[in-house]
């Protein structure tokens, strides 16, 4: 039957003609194309994500938590050795740093302080020690999981955390401040001719026999910024003392402190200050000062012979048994601006 093949010749011919020669002729150089990446990927090395690789030699990858792969020296639990230098060095995500525990268990916490490296941060883990505490160097000590789970307690006779003529600054950050129990000034913390940063703490249910029941600082500067500051007791100034320094009172609560001396020599021209007293040209802005007490001048705040900027605050709900139960200046031209005053009750004058 010679007809039959007609059929299977005629058949490319539709195709070859519906495609045309220019297209045809892409798609052999296309197939070409293909052939030559086949052969490229097989003789190529394969990608290598860069962040798996141990670049510096000291044994871990990015990937594996080094922070710096082009150091040898610096890796996660490497060492930040004696001095100070601004590198992290071990991969904690803070320079110059040391952990004060060991699997969790608290160790002895002042000579973790003296251990540390002058101008270092001392880690602290979640626990709670019982003081007293001194710090005579440049450094921070900082608790890891806030002032919920790190207790700094006092020993019921003495000051809880003391700090001494420091050049450099001193921090001390979220810790729980309580139990102190001075003869003197300062129940909670004592800061003396030093630059201090106080942040993010719990300062409360401390006492002192005469100035500052949760916080006395004499000859110094810094910033207190962010605490809790409560329930505290002292003769003058039940939750804050600030003497003869120029430090910034900045977003604390200072609440449920009292003052209890009726003495009008003490400490200048009549006690007072249940809630904070500011000699000298302090700032203190921002701050929520209320429910305090006063059995003489001054529920809330007291401010004697400065010149300093108070601003931004809250002032409500105080109580002074004699004069200015919310603020009041004596022998002073505070900046008064900005403040929410209200609801303070004095017994005498100036509510």
């Known amino acids: 039957m010679p007809s039959l093949p007609l059929p299977l010749l005629l058949l490319p011919l539709p195709l070859f003609f519906a495609c045309g020669p ?80 060991a699997a969790g268990v608290p160790e002895d916490l002042q000579k973790a302080i003296d251990d540390t490296p002058e101008g270092f941060v001392l880690r602290v883990c979640a626990g709670s020690w ?48 309580q139990g102190g129990v001075a003869t003197t000034n300062g129940g909670g913390i004592v800061v003396s001719r030093s630059k201090l940063w106080i942040e993010g703490n719990n300062i409360s249910s401390n006492s002192a026999a005469e ?4 916080l006395y600082l004499e000859n110094c500067t810094g910033t207190v910024v962010g605490n809790t500051i409560a329930n505290n007791t002292a003769a003058s100034a039940g939750g804050i003392a600030v003497w003869d320094g120029d430090v910034t009172i900045d977003g604390n609560e200072i609440s449920t402190n009292s003052s209890t001396s009726v003495d009008e020599e003490l400490w200048g021209k009549g006690a007072g200050g249940g809630g904070l007293l500011v000699y000298g ?27 300093g900027k108070v601003d931004g605050n809250t002032v409500q709900g105080n109580h002074g048994t004699n004069d200015g139960a919310g ?14 005053i209200q609801d303070n009750v004095c017994d005498d004058d100036g509510g």
Do not use: H, W
Not at 139 to 152: R, Y
Not at 211 to 214: D, I, K, L
């Open 22 to 101: 220019s297209t045809l002729e892409i798609g052999n150089e296309g197939s070409k194309q293909a052939s030559d990446d086949s052969n490229s990927q097989e003789d190529s090395e394969p990608e290598v994500d860069p962040n798996t690789t141990d670049d510096d030699g000291d044994g871990l990858s990015e990937e594996q938590g080094d922070c710096d792969d082009t150091d040898g020296d610096i890796f996660p639990g490497g060492d930040e050795g004696k001095d100070a230098n601004g590198q992290d060095e071990d991969c904690s995500g803070m320079a110059d740093d040391v952990v004060a525990c």
């Open 281 to 307: 040209n302090s700032d203190v802005i921002n701050n929520l000062v209320a429910s305090n007490d006063s059995a003489y001048n001054a529920g809330g705040m007291y401010l004697y012979q400065g010149n």
């Open 211 to 214: 100035v500052g029941g949760g």
């Open 130 to 177: 019982t003081g007293p505490f001194r710090i005579e160097k440049e450094m921070t000590i900082l608790a890891e999981e806030g002032p919920e789970l790190t207790f700094l307690n006092g020993d019921g006779a003495s000051t809880v955390l003391t700090i001494n003529r420091v050049s450099g600054q001193v921090g001390v950050m979220g810790f729980t401040v």
């Open 327 to 340: 603020i009041f200046i004596n022998y002073g031209s505070n900046k008064v601006t900005n403040n929410l």
